[in-house]
């Protein structure tokens, strides 16, 4: 970790420029060249072989997890580290990395420890989800949420109809996971080192869509009646139609017979903390 490419999206979640400026003053601090900056999605990403000529050993990503994912999907091949920062809202990826630690303390840390861990993904083609993979009518209310972010209200609330009557008049099926053979309105898998955490949501009626979001609150949601859960080395989408599905948050069609599996990344992410098996 000498010569260091930054990679920023000041219009994620918590990530700014007063941020990125104390996160470039710790490198100069101790003393970590930037070879690069690029202010995405204003810039595009730099090609590996750009990193090459660079002599980078480090893409740092300060943004969220929507922006690191396509980052991370990029950089697939590349044989660097990478150092992932909280610069959104969730910052899930970098809280299994750093726990609670603020950007600036993570490079300190960091720079002292030189510590590459391997991460589990879920994987449909070229595209990756290293949070969280959700398929079906339930990830329509992805544009509810970034009208919200935007303070649009009107597009707010025809969004979150729209995606109501999704949730609620549509459905997904998948095959090759005994147990969830029905239709769902979302199927939420989760990477792990042994395969996906799969679980089909139904929830139809007051009564379970009430009792979800009480074990939600609780911290239990597993536990829900409208939950099936599971594990499986992967899974097929069945029917006839595009699904939609969110990739870390990011919205992707996936045609109908699409292969989801899990696999593992090289260990190229530098970690502060180990992350929970």
Same mark, same amino acid.
């Given at each position: 970790?000498?010569?260091l490419?930054?990679?920023?999206n000041?219009?994620?979640?918590?990530?700014?420029?007063?941020?990125?400026?104390?996160i470039?003053?710790v490198?100069a601090?101790k003393?970590l !060249?930037l070879?690069? @900056?690029? %202010?995405?999605?204003?810039d595009?990403?730099?090609d590996?072989?750009? =990193?090459? /000529? #660079?002599?980078?050993?480090?893409?740092?990503?300060?943004?969220?997890d929507?922006?690191?994912n396509?980052?991370?999907?990029h950089?697939?091949?590349?044989?660097?580290?990478?150092?992932?920062?909280?610069g959104?809202?969730m910052?899930?990826?970098a809280?299994?990395?750093?726990?609670d630690?603020?950007?600036?303390?993570?490079?300190?840390?960091?720079?002292?420890?030189?510590?590459r861990?391997?991460?589990?993904?879920?994987?449909?083609?070229?595209?990756?989800?290293f949070?969280?993979?959700i398929?079906?009518p339930? !990830?329509?209310w992805? @544009?509810a %949420?970034?009208?919200?972010?935007?303070g649009r209200?009107?597009?707010? =609330?025809? /969004? #979150?109809?729209?995606?109501?009557?999704?949730?609620?008049?549509d459905?997904v099926?998948?095959?090759?996971?005994?147990?969830l053979?029905?239709?769902?309105?979302?199927?939420?898998a989760?990477?792990g080192?042994?395969g996906?955490?799969?679980?089909g949501?139904?929830?139809?009626?007051?009564?379970?869509?009430?009792?979800?979001?009480?074990?939600?609150?609780?911290?239990?949601?597993?536990?829900?009646?409208?939950v099936?859960?599971?594990?499986?080395t992967?899974?097929t989408l069945?029917?006839?139609?595009?699904?939609? !599905?969110?990739?870390?948050?990011?919205p992707?069609r996936?045609?109908?017979?699409?292969?989801i599996?899990?696999?593992?990344?090289?260990?190229?992410?530098?970690?502060?903390?180990e992350?929970?098996?």
């Amino acid at each position: 970790m000498q010569r260091l490419w930054f990679i920023s999206n000041i219009r994620s979640g918590s990530a700014t420029q007063a941020g990125c400026e104390a996160i470039e003053a710790v490198c100069a601090e101790k003393g970590l !060249a930037l070879a690069g @900056r690029t %202010r995405f999605p204003d810039d595009p990403l730099p090609d590996p072989a750009e =990193l090459a /000529a #660079a002599r980078v050993d480090t893409l740092m990503l300060f943004a969220g997890d929507g922006t690191i994912n396509a980052a991370l999907c990029h950089y697939a091949d590349w044989d660097g580290a990478i150092l992932v920062l909280p610069g959104g809202t969730m910052n899930l990826l970098a809280k299994t990395l750093h726990g609670d630690s603020a950007p600036a303390d993570i490079v300190h840390t960091a720079h002292l420890r030189q510590h590459r861990v391997a991460l589990p993904f879920a994987e449909a083609g070229r595209l990756r989800a290293f949070v969280g993979l959700i398929v079906g009518p339930a !990830a329509h209310w992805v @544009r509810a %949420r970034e009208a919200a972010r935007e303070g649009r209200f009107a597009r707010l =609330l025809r /969004a #979150a109809m729209q995606a109501w009557r999704r949730t609620f008049g549509d459905h997904v099926r998948i095959t090759g996971v005994p147990g969830l053979g029905r239709r769902y309105q979302a199927i939420l898998a989760t990477p792990g080192a042994d395969g996906l955490a799969v679980a089909g949501i139904d929830a139809r009626d007051w009564r379970a869509i009430v009792e979800l979001g009480w074990d939600w609150l609780k911290g239990d949601w597993m536990a829900a009646r409208a939950v099936t859960a599971t594990r499986a080395t992967g899974f097929t989408l069945a029917g006839r139609k595009p699904v939609l !599905a969110l990739f870390d948050g990011e919205p992707e069609r996936l045609p109908p017979g699409t292969r989801i599996c899990g696999g593992m990344t090289r260990p190229f992410f530098l970690a502060t903390q180990e992350p929970p098996p």
